[in-house]
């Protein structure tokens, strides 16, 4: 009987809970279809550039998988702008077969593809071919391009948790209502919470990036001082957002539902998933998260040597979420004080 007792106790609180029996039952099923079709995306073609070949390369070119442009001149320059994963240049004797590589799984899909169609023609033979990387190497890893996007990944999740969990805590314990009391500003609480706690962020950030750079070797073409801004910009947002969203949860537990609702769907739009073949309604979906924006920006820095004029974009975004995201915050005190 007192089994049955604590159940019914258990049933009847989570029932006038309807914040929880809501996360407890959409989240999931937001979460699943988003995956859904993601994972039904479709790969994009595999870009090719050809210069320089003659009639029966490029027919037989055509007649593979290749999503081919023939050009009469191109550039490294015009790679990178276009976004094109590989530009087959014949000249006289030799291929000079240049990849992009900013996804290795696509640079080795376009050697073998590329293998296969000239191994047929019968023209391996008679060229030479010279394979050069404008991003990477050919000992590139996936987890190469991976790795700049779970540093920032990891520094948004736990500033995200953190930062909203501490304010919880201070709101439930009475700390925040005292300090309404007085005459504070609720500017002032919001700017004092913020850089109070991003004070630990920014010091939790400098310790993530060292360590990843120095400790697992994690690979760094660009300026460090730009990795350590981006992700001090993140850390920012993440604690922005979560202090915002401390303001709708009245326990722990509340806010950690948050996780699959804010945190898990921006892991799907984070460059850990290719977007290229996403439909136009997800890839403008991610466009509205910030880890896109800083996944962009590092991926950028760490991985193909971007400057600061290269991410300035995505370091705007990224500070316009943030100051978002506090001017929220502001108004959402209203929820305790009256001014």
Known sequence: MRTIALIHRIIQQLLKDKRTLALLFIAPLLVLTLMYFIFNSENSDLKLVVTGANDMVIERLEDSDFNLTVKEEYSIESLENDQVDGWLNFDQMTMKLTLLNDDPSRANAIKMLLAQTLNSNNNKGSHS??????????????????????????????????????????????????????????????IGYVLGYGLFALIQTIIVVLFSVHVLDIVLVGSIWLVFLINILVAFVALSLGTMLSSFANSEFQMIQFIPLVIVPQIFFSGVFPMDGMAVWLQQLGKVMPLYYASEALNGVMYKGYTLSEISLDLFVLFIFAIVFITLNIVFLKKYRSF
């Open 129 to 190: 071919l010279e394979t050069i990387y404008v991003y990477g190497d050919e000992d590139t890893k996936l987890f190469d391009i991976f790795s700049p996007m779970l540093i920032g990944y990891f520094v948004f999740f736990f500033v995200f948790l953190i930062a909203g969990i501490a304010l919880l805590i201070e709101r439930t314990s009475g700390t925040l209502e005292r300090l309404l009391a007085t005459p504070i500003k609720k500017y002032e609480i919001v």
